[in-house]
């Protein structure tokens, strides 16, 4: 038999093994026969040796065609079976793999820390560099430098959480104004963002735990009018429309003058809802030019000097923008509450 009717029987054998195959282990069997060491193949490759030199090239493609036809149809046979294998584990076992897939929670940003973001994205964009400040620090960063004296009242204002007699939990992000200005040179442009912490009682409009931005100008002329639009400025940008702003007289020992900062709630439009306590404003910053002793603990000339300070409550600003009326909702952890931003 020549060799071309050696291989076409060859094929026309295995296509019928095939056909008959019903199993992986059957298809296994099969490839052992046709391609292993004592295999049908091995067989056809003997006769290439006895063909005349200048058919070779011709038999041996032919043979190897056939192996590649070969290896194909098992490998896709293979699959075949373990495709209905699969298929009837799955029926036995009560799958439905059409079902759609259970979603995984996938956590986000708290909504306080994306507020605190975007509010410093605007100030950065409004020429204001970031620094920060340690939430556990002096007595003296905190309020001796800011010119609260020893025994100074205003200190009662600030209900404090005293880590030892000097070292303290910061009551507000004024304590990293004197460390920039120990740091840098005027004029000095910077914000200050952090969390504060007051042992207050808790309620829907104070919390322990609460965050600010403290921002900071110092330089030659700094005025009050420059303080006062800078702020206009950050809260129309900060809720995207004309805000009504209200500036009231009030005292902190780091700042002459010292206001502080209601704006109109938007929530109720003035009319009076449970974000502004039925008042129709809401404070949200104290504000004011900084002390001449301020600037002195900062080893800055006061002669030469002026400068402006704030600090905005950001969960204040949250509440606004949100119309949440109640500061807890921030710290308890509730998905229901927090997947809603
Ligand atoms: N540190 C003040 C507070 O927490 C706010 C403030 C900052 C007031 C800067 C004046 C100037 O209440």
């Known amino acids: 038999m020549d060799i071309e009717s050696a291989v076409s029987k060859i094929r026309r054998a295995f296509e019928i093994d095939l056909q008959t195959a019903s199993s992986v282990k059957e298809i296994e069997e099969l490839k052992i026969r046709y391609l292993g060491r004592k295999g049908a193949l091995q067989d056809l490759m003997q006769k290439l040796r006895e063909e005349a030199s200048e058919r070779r090239p011709y038999v041996g493609k032919l043979i190897n065609e056939l192996k590649l036809e070969i290896e194909a149809l098992l490998d896709g046979a293979v699959r075949k079976f373990e495709d209905r294998e699969l298929e009837g584990r799955l029926l036995r076992e009560g799958v439905d793999v059409t079902l759609p897939g259970r979603r995984r929670f996938l956590g986000r940003r708290h909504v306080t820390l994306s507020v605190l973001d975007e509010a410093l994205d605007l100030l950065v964009g409004m020429g204001f560099a970031v620094q920060y400040g340690p939430d556990i620090d002096s007595d003296y960063y905190n309020f001796e430098a800011l010119n609260f004296a020893k025994d100074h009242p205003a200190r009662d204002m600030q209900d404090t959480f005293y880590i030892s007699a000097d070292v303290v939990l910061r009551t507000h992000t004024s ?140 969960e204040r600003l949250t509440m606004l923008r949100y119309g949440v009326s109640d500061i807890r909702n921030f710290f308890i952890d509730d998905f229901r509450f927090l997947q809603q931003f």
């Open 175 to 314: 304590n990293t104004q004197v460390r920039v200005m120990e740091a840098y040179k005027p004029p000095i442009r910077v914000v200050m963002p952090g969390t504060c912490y007051r042992n207050e009682d808790v309620s829907a409009r104070s919390h322990v735990v609460f965050h600010q931005i403290e921002g900071l100008y110092i330089d030659r002329g700094v005025t009050f009018s420059d303080l006062l639009v800078t702020l206009e400025e950050f809260f129309t940008k900060f809720f995207g429309r004309d805000i009504e702003m209200r500036f009231r007289p009030s005292y902190f020992p780091f700042v002459e003058p010292g206001m502080e900062v209601d704006v109109r709630c938007i929530v109720c439009e003035g009319g009076g809802c449970g974000v502004c306590k039925r008042t129709g404003w809401l404070e949200v910053a104290g504000a004011g030019i900084v002390h001449p002793e301020v600037l002195k603990s900062g080893g800055i000339d006061a002669e030469e000097y002026t400068g402006y300070a704030w600090g905005f409550g950001i």
